[in-house]
């Protein structure tokens, strides 16, 4: 649920990062971080969560143009992976507007990839959202360990897997390398712009 | 000016509000009361941005986090003017992450019914202790002091006496031949002894009593609630009493968890039907009129039997009582074909409870409390040893 804020001639959104633990999440959000600068306001917040870290930053997008002659202003935010962090989760979940479900490469994370997709539809329900309607984007992280012979899954079977029913749009990427990672969160704005239009009832 | 927002806490979080606020970049205070303290919480809010905090004697950023442990309750926010210095100087998502984060690592303790704190002189004990809102004096009657190790009831012997902690901690056990097992212990606002105690006139103890660490206790003014308690219906007094047999039921199981005697649950679900569903969130209630049913919860390991229930039992989900056990954390099930059941009137029953005094109620929700907190502990496998992070 976006917030209109008509003082500051403003629309806020929340774009939040999803996925299994250690599936690049973090990686993704840093590499943003770094190469959109200009476009970032304020600092990265960052907080030390088990084994990981949750990430937070202020993104205004250029690209997306104005609403009613109203900036956008997404929030940027990471989940915390580890079971006991289920109130964070569910804090970051509420009130989303986009989600970029990044879901791991490698073989031996192919449980886990579909657990957490299971996950993220139950939390999404308690909020009275559906996973079906929510913009959403796929990214098929970790691309580049093909090349140091790691076995990964083709895209075709993690399509298979994550993709089959939800049939929302999906790319490979390497959250290292920053390859698809642009073109990920353009997809997943794009998509909740969409969204924001029908919500505030506007036409493009 | 006058509130301009204000609701429950368990339906809009502390960093729900941050986020609010912050976004709309309100000024003014924001006040949360929790029945489990004392004294308000506030959080002062500069153009959406937190510059300070007060929860009991602490200000600024450490009051603030401790505040992120007060899920339940009630806040109100206030449009005025604030024009202190920024004792807060981090951002405010910061504050909203870190505040749940630590709560999630249980740094920050929840501020609720069940907790985890130690006695004066504990000896390492990890059971979790109960607590309940804050005691009304007009019913306490006399205030009695014990020290450490003093036992306040035996169990066995008669007695009618309700106490309610005013300060510290007392333990619960089960004498058995193996010796004490200690079941919970209870502090502050919590009940000592039984809700049924106070109708029947020779109340037996089910169960023995033991200050752990120095504790005051208030005695509760028996006479006017047994006063309340004769006026009430007899569905439900009904209600009441079953609840209390319930508890019975769920101490002793935990005994014959704690001295490991195997009790096979495994196959009590067979020829039965179910009659209400664990997970499920059906709102009416019912009392047994012919035959038995079982209150059993489905867990990783199993099935645990948690109550049987005979005639003049209730189940089923009561308006003002959250008991832990179904619908959503148990099923309800029953030889086929053999229960006869009635529905319950659920409304009449609330508007009952409505009318209760603040104590009669507590106590009520106290064993409530008690009994979930028992039927979690009788289905959480034993650990062996508390494991470190990994
Ligand atoms: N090879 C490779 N490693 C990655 C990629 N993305 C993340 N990683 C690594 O995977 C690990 C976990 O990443 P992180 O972003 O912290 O995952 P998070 O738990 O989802 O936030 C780190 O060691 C990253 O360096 C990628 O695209 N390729
Ligand atoms: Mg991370």
Redesign the pocket.
Known sequence: MAIFNIKKREIECKIVYY??????????L?YIFKSYKKQVEGEMVSINTEG??TLFFDFLPMELGKIKGCEIRVQMF?VP?QVQYSSTRKLVLKGVDGIIF?ADSMDVRREKNMESLKDLQKNLKEYGLNIFKIPLVLQY?????AEQGIPIMSVEQMERDLNRQLKVPAFP?????GKGVGKTLQECLKLTLKSLHKQFNWAE | MGISLSGDLSYMSLGELVQIFGSNGSTGILRLMNKYNDNLGEVHFFNGNPVNAICDKKQGKDALYMLFGWTEGEFEFNLTNVNEKDYIKKSRMEIMLEGSRMVDDGVIEKVGPVSFKRGDKSTGNALPVISGPLVDYMYVVDEEDYKDGQEIIKQGKHGNWNWVVLDGIVEIRKETPKGPIPILRVGNGSFVGSIAGLLTKNNVRSASVVADGDVQLGVVDSQRLSMEYARLSREFKNIILSLDKRVKQITNKLVEIELMIKTDDSNITKGKEIIIKQGSNKKDAFIVTDGRAFVIRKTDSGYVLLATLEEGDFFGSIPFLNLGQEPDSAHVIAPKGQLVHDVVDCDLLQSEHDKLSATFKNMIENTAIFLSATTTLSCTPKKKKKKGKK
């Open positions: 996925g299994p633990g250690r599936c690049g999440k973090t990686t993704n840093e990981d870290r990471t992976g990044v992280n970790k691309r580049d360990l990427g390497s959250a290292m390398t």
